[in-house]
């Protein structure tokens, strides 16, 4: 299990965390063809939602779960 910072876009705040059992050769096969395809103009827009169901559909025994942000504990 490993927590990654996904990140497609220009905006930061546009960025999200995926906790999964997923490598990295797994996520870019699944998220790197729908980022491409609306760059390209073949598609007109993807959320951070869609590339986390698409992760999940393609491996449905994997764990994959986003968030945006996590709590903090300040010492």
Known sequence: M???RI???LWI???FYLV???DDDQI???I???VNAVR?????HYDNDTLVKALKDRFPLEY???????DKLTF
């Not at 390209?40 to 007109?44: A, C, I, L, R």
């Open 2 to 4: 490993r927590v990654i």
């Open 7 to 9: 990140n497609t876009t």
């Open 13 to 15: 705040e546009e960025d």
């Open 20 to 22: 999964t059992t997923l």
């Open 28 to 30: 870019v096969e699944v």
């Open 32 to 34: 790197n063809p729908i």
């Open 40 to 44: 390209d103009g073949e598609e007109d």
């Open 64 to 70: 994959v779960d986003m968030y945006q942000e996590f």
